[in-house]
């Protein structure tokens, strides 16, 4: 069974711009989640989507979105960049059992570069 | 206080030695404990999944939760060079909400040959 894909690998964007980054699940799984990882702060919680409809959202802005559509593929949209914005962007997919309680399965995520 | 405390390391053994990693937390409401692997420019990796306290063995990997004293550990047997990575504890209460899956800071490990 194939793993979480991320795409694209590596991004380099400047301030003020916008950025969407895609991620597959793992095939069946119906709940993904977006994670941002940064040296200083770790892996934090962005969000996570359930049949197309956000179930959980992290504290993070506005700036930060993101959608799911019918066949669980997801996208995550990050508008206005800041150099601050400069992060690992992890995705992870799980089974439907509940928020949380299922094993998650990260992707390799996208590296997003702010200049 | 931050809601997962882990010592960053590094954490420096010999080849063959029992590596024993902790977290501490606290939020009373978690009762899913998980510990993630990541290499180095990859993802995590799941390598132990607990609910509620006890100890739980997988090959050389032991994971043991405390909830009385919110503490969490992994132990690694006869560590190999392989496991050199960063390990993450992680933890979510049931239904998620705004923590989501929140993470430890990660330990960086380094088994010596």
């Known amino acids: 069974k194939a793993g979480v894909t991320q795409t694209p690998r590596y991004l380099i964007k400047t301030r003020g711009q916008q950025v969407t980054l895609s991620c597959s699940p793992i095939?069946?799984?119906?709940?993904v989640s977006w994670y941002q990882q940064t040296p200083g702060q770790g892996l934090q919680f962005l969000f996570e989507?359930?049949?197309?409809?956000?179930?959980n959202k992290g504290n993070f802005p506005g700036r930060f979105s993101g959608r799911q559509f019918s066949n669980s593929r997801s996208e995550m949209n990050v508008s206005t960049l800041e150099l601050g914005d400069s992060a690992l962007y992890l995705c992870a997919s799980s089974l439907e059992r509940g928020a949380f309680t299922d094993t998650q399965y990260f992707g390799p995520g996208t590296r997003l570069t702010v200049l | 206080q931050k809601e997962v405390e882990q010592d960053p390391g590094p954490l420096s053994v010999p080849e063959g030695a029992i590596v024993s990693l902790n977290c501490t937390y606290s939020?009373?409401?978690?009762?899913?404990f998980m510990w993630y692997r990541q290499y180095s420019r990859k993802g995590p990796e799941l390598l132990m999944y607990?609910?509620?306290?006890g100890n739980k063995e997988d090959g050389r990997f032991t994971a043991q939760v405390d909830k009385s004293s919110k503490y969490i550990s992994l132990f690694i047997r006869d560590s190999q060079p392989s496991d050199s990575a960063t390990y993450l504890c992680?933890?979510?209460?049931?239904?998620?909400?705004?923590?989501?899956?929140?993470f430890g800071k990660g330990t960086h490990l380094i088994i010596q040959p």
């Open positions: 607990t609910y509620s306290s």
């Open positions: 939020n009373s409401a978690f009762q899913y």
């Open positions: 992680a933890m979510s209460a049931p239904g998620g909400g705004a923590d989501g899956l929140t």
């Open positions: 095939s069946g799984h119906r709940s």
């Open positions: 989507y359930f049949s197309e409809t956000q179930r």
